[in-house]
């Protein structure tokens, strides 16, 4: 779909694709909110228009986009058999393509109308990624801890990502714990199935709540976590972030 990308660049990034038509118009239209640069790809990399989209039209199954200054540019545009366009949201690489272009006016002034894609990509650092879970209906980790701590222990998480969890330790069982590890850890993630994996602490936050509660978050990395394992974690990922985008759109 997208050939321009070479595959060790994907390598860094966790790869969406997104076909809910809900979410793909909340997306585009949050690109254009944010007047948001597109590369638009005529012919590969030697032949880039840059534009932005002026408006998303549900009903009409239409996006407007900026035309080029260059009106030789715009035909090749126009006669193109397929764009492909590359932009970003919130740190987020989004990316769709268009078979058809025609040319129309948005507002007075000369545009591009392309269909709303049926699916698109999105791409984001994995180092920028991190999801919160559920807080009504938390996920939970147990921890095998020795029989002198009280035995196998389990704790909600606050958050999840392809490297790690963050975990809430509000009575205090693990103590700081940074450096610590723990194997045999079960995640168990809602209509995925449980994840086993050693997780390391490596970070502690105290936070002091408004009844002068202490809350406990401890980041945890996990360790030699199987394939399969991270996979189910990945869909997992996948499933949040779709739930998150259906609210985001139900919103808009």
């Known amino acids: 779909m997208f050939s321009h990308l070479q595959d060790a660049d994907l390598e860094n990034w966790h790869d969406f694709e997104v076909e809910s038509r809900r979410e793909i118009y909340a997306l585009l239209?949050?690109?254009g909110e944010k007047n948001q640069l597109i590369r638009m790809l005529i012919g590969?990399?030697?032949?880039v228009c840059v534009t932005s989209i002026l408006a998303v039209d549900e009903a009409a199954n239409a996006v407007f986009l900026d035309c080029s200054i260059d009106a030789e540019q715009n035909q090749r545009v126009l006669k193109a058999r397929r764009l492909s366009f590359e932009t970003t949201l919130d740190k987020v690489r989004i990316l769709f393509a268009a078979e058809q272009v025609e040319m129309t006016t948005y507002?007075?002034?000369p545009a591009f109308k392309i269909a709303i894609p049926t699916t698109l990509i999105r791409l984001q650092r994995r180092e920028f990624y991190r999801i919160a879970t559920p807080v009504t209906n938390p996920v939970r980790v147990q921890i095998?801890?020795?029989a002198a701590l009280g035995g196998p222990a389990t704790f909600p998480l606050a958050d999840i990502s392809c490297g790690g969890i963050a975990i809430l330790d509000n009575k205090m069982v693990l103590g700081q714990a940074i450096g610590k590890e723990y194997p045999d850890c079960s995640i168990d993630l809602p209509e995925i199935g449980p994840v086993t994996t050693t997780l390391q602490v490596r970070?502690?936050?105290?936070?002091?709540?408004?009844?002068n509660?202490?809350?406990r978050r401890l980041g945890c990395?996990?360790?030699?976590?199987?394939?399969?394992n991270l996979s189910?974690?990945?869909?997992?990922i996948t499933k949040l972030e779709r739930e998150r985008n259906a609210r985001i759109a139900g919103l808009t």
């Open 144 to 146: 095998a801890l020795p």
């Open 232 to 236: 189910a974690v990945q869909r997992f």
């Open 44 to 47: 590969g990399e030697a032949d």
């Open 203 to 211: 970070n502690a936050l105290d936070l002091t709540l408004l009844n």
């Open 221 to 228: 990395e996990f360790i030699n976590i199987s394939r399969g």
């Open 29 to 31: 239209r949050g690109i």
């Open 107 to 109: 507002q007075g002034n």
């Open 213 to 215: 509660k202490t809350n």
